[in-house]
Structures are given as structure tokens and as C-alpha cells.
């Protein structure tokens, strides 16, 4: 394992966990040249997963992509990075469940929207602009009326 911040090859392992789900084994290790700590994740290696996308091309699942498109929709907002990885872990294990060995990129959206409509509606609504690709402002509307109306209910809750 390389540090992160200065590439030193030799680090130790600080504290070391199950992750909530028991997916995967979180580390936290500080790098024996520069003292920084970082954390790493270990993930039992599954049965590769295909996505087809809305073009009909097929490529490997990575989960980075989700992950990064998630960041973006919480861009400067109250969600951990942790919660986030919570989420793709969440919706990578979804598909191994459901599916034989592919999978569309719409149920995975549709998969990363519905967690995500429970953690955060800015970031939910975000992302589902980003994904849905509203094509005018009365679709971006009707989106966030529903979440305003989802809102509404909680509040009388």
C-alpha cells in the first residue's frame, strides 16, 4: 500500500473494523515516512458484474464511477464519505442479489436515487437531474415539488 500523500510504500495499521454490513474490512493506517493516516477499504472480490448502458455498450461495473457521481451530488453538503460509501455498497450488493451478471445503468441509478431521496434531498435532487436528464424546467419542477410535498409530510409526522 502506497501513502496517499507522499507514495512511502511502508505503512502500519492503526485501527482495523467491519464496515456496518460486514462487506468489507475498513483500515486506518499511518505511514511509517510521513506520520499522515489515511484509511483503506477491502472488499471480497465478487463475480464481475456488466453494465449495459443507455447505448447498448457493455462495460465492467466500477463502483468509482458511482462514487464519483454521488461526491458531485453532495458536493457541499452534510453527507460523509463515509455514507456515501455506505450507498454504493449498498446498491453493489442490491445487483449481485438480483441479477445473474449484467445489469442496465438505469436500475442502477434508479437504485443510487432511492438511497439517496432518504439521505439527502438536495444531493437526490442533483443527482437525479444529472441522471434523468430533464429536458425542460417544468420536468426539474415536478421533481422537486415531490420532494417538497415528501417534506410537507414529515413535518406533520
Known amino acids: 500500500m502506497r501513502c496517499p500523500y507522499c507514495g512511502y510504500k511502508e505503512d502500519k495499521v492503526v485501527d482495523s473494523r467491519a464496515t456496518a454490513e460486514n462487506s468489507a474490512v475498513r483500515r486506518r493506517r499511518e505511514c511509517l515516512k510521513c506520520g499522515r493516516r489515511f484509511t483503506t477499504y477491502e472488499y471480497v472480490e465478487e463475480v464481475s458484474l456488466v453494465v449495459i448502458k443507455k447505448d447498448g455498450r457493455h462495460e465492467p461495473f466500477d463502483r468509482k464511477k458511482i462514487i464519483a457521481g454521488i461526491m458531485r451530488a453532495c458536493e457541499k453538503r452534510p453527507v460523509s464519505i463515509e455514507k456515501i460509501e ?72
Open 86 to 157: 455506505e450507498i454504493v455498497t449498498q446498491v453493489e450488493r442490491a445487483i449481485q442479489k438480483k441479477s445473474d451478471r449484467e445489469v442496465s445503468s438505469s436500475r442502477i441509478g434508479e437504485l443510487v436515487m432511492e438511497r439517496l431521496k432518504v439521505l439527502d434531498d438536495v444531493a437526490y435532487v442533483r443527482f437525479a437531474s444529472v441522471y434523468r436528464q430533464f429536458k425542460d424546467v417544468n420536468q426539474f419542477m415536478q421533481e422537486l415539488k415531490d420532494v417538497l410535498v415528501k417534506e410537507k409530510r414529515k413535518a406533520a409526522k
